[in-house]
């Protein structure tokens, strides 16, 4: 019996809060204060300008302006050049989950460089509903719009997952329409809302409000201290699991396309980008037995 609950589809949480921040995107906010407060000495997270979107290192907070679309691809790489060059020690991640579950296992396995295991202080997931490149973010709202535009932002609301063009022009994605034109790893993602980090951040239409989802005793201990710090900046509204349902709607309606897309291919006996024999039983036991297993130390 196939079973999309809500610890399969979300995964284990300490708090759920609405944040606003007066000044900024509350998430760049904190950060930024991490930095001054040297809770954190570098972020690792993508940024966009002019050129396109691109993973990058920050030091310092001056120039922090992360990027309003997901996007996944050489984050990890920076994690050397990070610890070895610039010698930090208390790195903050902002990914989705397929790098944070990267990322985890370069820990686990000591990928690269001995001293990743010790020198990531955050994890920062994102929630995702499918990565895709920006020519094909252009042609996904000219198949909704008919006019071809580029992206400036996506985020999440009750109605449903929203696209904003550089114009300001914000349209409605329905998921099927949405799953056409992400990356091709992203049809067989089942951790779409970053289980396993420490806070996931779920970007809203006002960019100066976002909801965080706290899932360790470390991300509550540092959200603590910078809302202590800045309680007059940073405005906390606990919300219950009911208030953001709709995000539980959305995450379903993108598992199933993801699921469908794994079982068709498993049918017509063509392989599964990442996906081996052992990953697939996996999956069913996992799938059959959501209530006994842990999903936060399920990696897929």
Same mark, same amino acid.
């Given at each position: 019996?196939?079973?999309?609950?809500?610890?399969?589809l979300f995964g284990k949480f300490k708090g759920i809060f609405e944040i606003y921040c007066k000044e900024e995107n509350p998430l760049h906010f904190v950060l930024k204060k991490m930095?001054?407060?040297?809770?954190?000495?570098?972020?690792?997270?993508?940024?966009?300008?002019?050129?396109?979107?691109?993973?990058?290192?920050?030091?310092?907070?001056?120039?922090?302006?992360?990027?309003?679309?997901?996007?996944?691809?050489?984050?990890?790489?920076? $994690?050397?050049? =990070?610890?070895? /060059?610039?010698?930090?020690?208390?790195?903050? %991640?902002?990914?989705?989950?397929? *790098? +944070?579950?990267?990322?985890?296992?370069?820990?686990?396995?000591?990928?690269?460089?001995?001293?990743?295991?010790?020198?990531?202080?955050?994890?920062?997931?994102?929630?995702?509903?499918?990565?895709?490149?920006?020519?094909?973010?252009?042609?996904?709202? $000219?198949?909704? =719009?008919?006019? /071809?535009?580029?992206?400036?932002?996506?985020? %999440?609301?009750?109605?449903?997952? *929203? +696209?904003e063009t550089v114009e300001g022009t914000k349209i409605k994605v329905d998921m099927e329409t949405h799953h056409h034109y992400v990356n091709s790893a992203c049809k067989y993602c089942?951790?779409?809302?970053?289980?396993?980090?420490?806070?996931?951040?779920?970007?809203?239409?006002?960019?100066?409000?976002?909801?965080?989802?706290?899932?360790?005793?470390?991300?509550?201990?540092?959200?603590? *201290?910078?809302?202590?710090?800045?309680?007059?900046?940073?405005?906390?509204?606990?919300?219950?699991?009911?208030?953001?349902?709709?995000?539980?709607?959305?995450?379903?309606?993108?598992?199933?396309?993801?699921?469908?897309?794994?079982?068709?291919?498993?049918?017509?006996?063509?392989?599964?980008?990442?996906?081996?024999?052992?990953?697939?039983?996996?999956?069913?036991?996992?799938?059959?037995?959501?209530?006994?297993?842990?999903?936060?130390?399920?990696?897929?």
């Amino acid at each position: 019996m196939i079973r999309l609950d809500k610890q399969f589809l979300f995964g284990k949480f300490k708090g759920i809060f609405e944040i606003y921040c007066k000044e900024e995107n509350p998430l760049h906010f904190v950060l930024k204060k991490m930095l001054e407060k040297e809770l954190i000495d570098g972020i690792i997270g993508t940024t966009q300008d002019e050129t396109g979107i691109r993973p990058k290192l920050f030091v310092n907070s001056d120039n922090l302006e992360l990027s309003y679309i997901s996007f996944n691809g050489g984050q990890i790489s920076l $994690l050397k050049k =990070a610890i070895q /060059k610039y010698q930090l020690k208390k790195i903050a %991640v902002v990914a989705p989950s397929c *790098i +944070l579950d990267g990322l985890n296992k370069t820990q686990y396995y000591g990928i690269g460089c001995n001293w990743v295991k010790t020198a990531i202080a955050l994890k920062i997931g994102i929630l995702c509903l499918g990565v895709a490149t920006e020519e094909s973010l252009k042609y996904e709202v $000219l198949d909704i =719009a008919q006019k /071809k535009s580029k992206v400036r932002r996506s985020y %999440v609301a009750e109605e449903g997952f *929203i +696209l904003e063009t550089v114009e300001g022009t914000k349209i409605k994605v329905d998921m099927e329409t949405h799953h056409h034109y992400v990356n091709s790893a992203c049809k067989y993602c089942l951790n779409l809302s970053a289980r396993g980090s420490d806070i996931t951040y779920v970007p809203l239409e006002d960019k100066r409000r976002a909801i965080f989802i706290i899932r360790s005793e470390r991300g509550w201990r540092t959200l603590s *201290i910078v809302q202590k710090a800045f309680s007059q900046k940073l405005q906390f509204k606990f919300l219950n699991y009911n208030d953001v349902k709709y995000l539980e709607n959305l995450l379903r309606k993108k598992v199933i396309l993801n699921i469908d897309n794994i079982l068709e291919r498993v049918d017509m006996g063509l392989p599964v980008p990442k996906w081996n024999n052992n990953r697939f039983r996996r999956f069913y036991r996992i799938w059959n037995s959501i209530s006994e297993i842990n999903i936060e130390e399920e990696v897929f």
